[in-house]
């Protein structure tokens, strides 16, 4: 089955600096690529999404980048905010009869005012 | 639009006793997923439904666990009986015709 590695585990930022968390999965049939944000005591929310067709993409101070080759992403999240603090989950998954994620391990993400 | 909710939001109890969630997701949302996230790891899927149909209980422990989705819409999951590492939280998702799943604020289990 898919297995998808995360690093770090846990990362720390200056607010106003950048973050940058990186992803691996291992199966190449995966064509989508979710990343979740999970506040303490909620469930994850979708911030961000990029399929196997697309190189990079970006909504306001987040981006995501795909490299099929490498079989590797990455989430940036530039000019942080305090608010920007939380677990942070990459995810792969391919269609086709139905749909199956998996996540990766989290990242906690901590935004030093 | 409401969103997918979860009860109880907290549960203790002790080893071999039973305990069940329920989860109703957001309206006309085919597709309840059923995810387990221990401390400091992502959710790891245990069961999906399409519609009330299962389509992927691979990693459901069986033996212990189970799950039904009533009409297609409510979900319950069952463990029964509970052990020391079945303490998690316990997410229900829902998701319609597009990729994204939408998830409740899940149920934190403890069994001591």
């Known amino acids: 089955g898919e297995n998808v590695e995360q690093h770090p585990s846990t990362l720390s930022v200056q607010e106003g600096d950048s973050a940058v968390i990186k992803c691996t999965y291992s199966d190449s049939a995966s064509n989508y690529f979710p990343w979740y944000k999970q506040e303490l005591g909620k469930g994850p929310q979708l911030i961000i999404d990029?399929?196997?067709?697309?190189g990079e993409k970006k909504d306001q101070r987040i981006a995501v980048t795909l490299n099929k080759t490498a079989k590797h992403f990455s989430l940036h999240i530039t000019e942080t905010q305090p608010e920007d603090s939380a677990v942070y989950f990459c995810a792969a998954s391919k269609s086709g009869g139905y749909q199956k994620v998996t996540f990766g391990t989290g990242t906690k993400l901590q935004v030093i005012p | 639009e409401a969103g997918v909710a979860q009860s109880p939001r907290y549960k203790i109890i002790e080893k071999r006793q039973s305990v069940a969630f329920w989860c109703n997701p957001i309206s006309g949302h085919a597709t309840l997923y059923w995810y387990q996230q221990i401390l400091g790891q992502g959710p790891k899927l245990l069961i999906q439904f399409q519609n009330n149909g299962v389509v992927d209980d691979s990693q459901l422990p069986k033996d212990r666990f189970s799950a039904e989705r009533l009409k297609g819409v409510d979900s319950t999951l069952k463990i029964q009986p509970a052990k020391l590492e079945d303490s998690a939280v316990y997410l229900c998702a829902s998701s319609g015709t597009g990729y994204e799943q939408f998830f409740g604020p899940g149920t934190r289990l403890t069994v001591l």
């Open positions: 990029i399929r196997s067709n697309v």
